[in-house]
């Protein structure tokens, strides 16, 4: 087994500059959120990071934990008003979650203010330090110029050498590298201990098993995101109470899912076509081992086009490459459904005919899934790990109140644009709101695949009789909100850990939807069958029927596909709406969006030309 890292605790009081030095240390400006009111960071925040300042030892792998402010002993939550009683409870917090952080640490650095000097909550912190037999260096930070000379001197009444001592500045980089370099050393003769156990180590800090996606929780404040975060990384991480707004900063962790023989798929290289060549060879070979459907389309698409050789011919020359059509058309795509939005709830039902059955599996279902872990849970090879991602509580902008809630609720979107999977946290007792509409369409205009997860359960079934009521509920929820209807909604209470087997599941199976690659063959037969069967008319540039010479599959985060038609402008949204909602109910796409890219035949033909590979469509 290897050796663990050394774990480093960044301990102090409030607002003396552990957050910011503990960004300078990582190298990362922005991990924590930085401000010069007290209270700010409440979490602990995890980041591994590796110290090498002294080229004349081995380099060193740190866990380090950023804490909030720290008073040994809790107060009196009382207070004059609710604001005040609410910041109290939330010291007394903070203060069990820096005794954890002290707990699990190998080393603490005891942040202090030069500024201020010794006060006795430090004497006191630096007592509790000691009694918990944890090694520490005194960091005296907020040394900002030699003007201050001397005035570290009482911080020697803490007990410590001269060479347990560092004046830093974390706003101005003075003092980090050699307070770095100290570390450094520690952590070497940290590694000849050969420690491979820590009790009180957190759990989900780094990832057992190879990562495969990263899952952003969102909602509403007081949603119970932390407690879910908790609850699926197996330790206290995020600070819990029932205080809306208790998560300013996200917090991150790792849990484990079991995906079997189907964790080979996460390995493959899916090949999509991210160039004209490797599109074009993939035709190729769909020309030769599909030649009754590849003539069926053929036939069709010469014969709308005879029809009228002068209406729809859509030349431009084509002066990029289809990488970037890949990533920059994806941009003009969530644009035009995004668009399309307003008008889902007059979707022709024709064209609306994929709904998903309610996600909340029957007791005979988890039973199998327990049962398959048990049998081939011993190939460790068949696990994967899961990077989680919990967020502050997101209000609506104009109830948004200070600079610190502004950068929280920044935070919380950017975590959806760099998750791949969205569990919406929904409190079921208030219902799916206008913010919690929103956000799902973030998400899905991000191209994020979502997945709703209706928290408090416990309390809301005192409005439910039955599960019959519990499925009229739901699906009445579908209803509300149109594009429900291809994402699981699954009914959790993280207080009482239920329904979190269901979660799991439908995360594994998002997660293996998100590395999906359909068959060129089989997706240009299902395609044209689509067309076939429900024909309609794009007018732009001259009237005619829709018809596609070629689709292939360019991306699967989310599936998007490139179809080669003789229309690539001019077809109704509902036709593109029933296209996608086709292909996301025939191939199994759940919880994620569908993207269509429209380009025209002669395109083709033309990219075809440039690579040189020209292929004639009239053999």
Sequence with gaps: MKNRSMVVSLIGRPNVGKSTLFNRLIQKQHKAITHDKPGVTRDRHYEITTFEEDHNIDPTDVILVDTGGFYPERIDERGKNTEEENANKFFNIMTDHARMAIEESDLVLFV??????????????????????????????KYDTDNQAGEEAEFYSLGINSDEMFLTSSTHGR???????KVQEIGNEFAKSKLKEAPGISMGVTPREQVVSKVALIGAPNAGKSTLLNLLVGSERALVSDIAGTTVDPIEGYFDLFFGKESKVLEEDQGFSKNDGLLFSQYEDFRKNNAAVYQQMVDAYALEEMSDKNAGMDHFEVDYELSDLVDASLEEQLLEQ???????????KNFDQVFTAPADLEESTTEQVEVAVEVDENDGSHWRS??????????????VNGFVESQSVYRSLRSITESDIVVVLIDATKGIGHQDRRLIDIALEKGKSVIVALNKMDLKRADLKDEKAKREWIAHLRIDIPW???????????????????LKESIKKTVLVRNTNIPTGELNRFIFDLVERNPVIAKVGGAKRFKVKYTSMIKSEPPTFLLFTNKSQGVPDNYKRYLRNAIREGFKLDNTPVHLILRTGNELSKRMKKSKMMISFED
């Design 484 to 502: 429900l209807s291809f994402c699981d909604i699954i009914t959790i209470s993280a207080k009482h850990n239920k329904g979190l087997k269901q």
């Design 112 to 141: 202090v203010d030069v500024r201020e000097g010794a006060l006795p909550f430090d004497t006191t912190i630096a007592d509790y330090i000691r009694s918990q037999k944890k090694k520490f260096l005194v960091v005296v930070n």
């Design 175 to 181: 003092g980090i590298i050699l307070l770095k370099e």
């Design 338 to 348: 995004s668009e399309e939005r307003s008008e889902e709830e007059s979707l022709d």
């Design 386 to 399: 899961i990077h989680l991602v919990d967020t502050a509580g997101i209000r609506r902008q104009k109830s």
